[in-house]
């Protein structure tokens, strides 16, 4: 972990759940929830660009890496929105976005997220939360690559977009009903 975000008492949790807008537009709402940044992690090609990650072949998937005050969101807390906002049952696939890059996955940072993380899901698992199994990986961080600059914030910058206002907003718009004591006043 980042020395810096050890020192200051903040930690990291990087998520993938299909395209980072969506991840990117709820997280930026939460309390305690100091950065978010769209990335790519969990591929063999360094420094991959959009393009490349949306071709499939590079292994990637869209990330949201946040940098959070466990005092104010833990690391449990996050994941539960994180099951609420996105469907951990479809292998490779959001919706209408399909491919590996759009997988569900938990990118630990540490030993205790991969805990929490697999007690999460054996959870979810063992009171049927969902109609199909999670098929969410649980598997280390590796090199977070931070996005282009204009996937950053996507879903503020670019709210009438057609994605946006039928994929991303919808999203948001779950969180809210779920955890409106959690969120950020805007």
Request: aromatic share 12%.
């Amino acid at each position: 972990m980042d020395t810096q975000i050890k020192n200051s008492g903040r930690e990291i949790a990087t998520l993938a759940g299909g395209c980072f807008w969506c991840l990117d537009a709820a997280y930026n709402r939460v309390k305690g929830v100091e950065r978010v940044q769209s990335g790519y992690m969990g591929g063999a090609l360094p420094n991959p660009s959009y393009q490349a990650v949306c071709g499939g072949d590079t292994g990637h998937a869209e990330v949201v890496q946040l940098t959070f005050d466990p005092s104010v969101i833990s690391f449990s807390e996050l994941l539960d929105m994180f099951f609420t906002i996105h469907d951990p049952t479809t292998l490779n696939q959001q919706g209408n976005d399909a491919g590996s890059q759009y997988r569900s996955a938990i990118f630990y940072h540490t030993d205790a997220q991969q805990g929490i993380a697999q007690e999460k899901i054996a959870r979810l698992t063992k009171d049927q939360a969902f109609d199909d199994a999670i098929v969410t990986e649980v598997t280390p961080a590796t090199e977070l690559y931070v996005a282009e600059v204009y996937h950053q914030e996507y879903f503020e910058k670019n709210p009438y977009q057609p994605y946006c206002r039928f994929v991303v907003a919808p999203k948001v718009d779950k969180l809210r009903k779920h955890f409106q004591s959690k969120l950020k006043r805007v």
